[in-house]
């Protein structure tokens, strides 16, 4: 069975860094370009960042650009994403996606609040 199961979200004070996990399992992970996404109160999904196979090209929305970056472990079948300088608008569920065939996990929460 395919699961992704994310980990490491919280509540950060502005400013603030987190790094967010996702285990991967029941697939072969290295074959595969995985998504970072997130879903903030009452609003729809945003797509954050991509992650390729192979040489593992990088691609960010511009309101991550420069603040967060993406990593794949594929020893560990674990997808990271390094969060820094975080601002209350990052608040949402985050989610970690296969590209194709779309799998996405069940999402962690990240609150920025003072």
């Known amino acids: 069975e395919v699961q992704l199961v994310e980990s490491g979200g919280g509540l950060v004070p502005p400013g603030g860094s987190l790094r967010l996990s996702c285990a991967a399992s029941g697939f072969t992970f290295s074959n595969y370009a995985m998504n970072w996404v997130r879903q903030a109160p009452g609003k729809g999904l945003e797509w954050v960042s991509t992650i390729r196979v192979g040489g593992g090209a990088t691609t960010y929305a511009d309101s991550v650009k420069g603040r967060f970056t993406i990593s794949r472990d594929n020893a560990k079948n674990t997808l990271y994403l390094q969060m820094n300088n975080l601002k209350s608008t990052d608040t949402a569920v985050y989610y970690c996606?296969?590209?194709?065939?779309?799998?996405r996990g069940q999402g962690t929460q990240v609150t920025v609040s003072s």
């Open positions: 996606e296969r590209v194709h065939p779309f799998k």
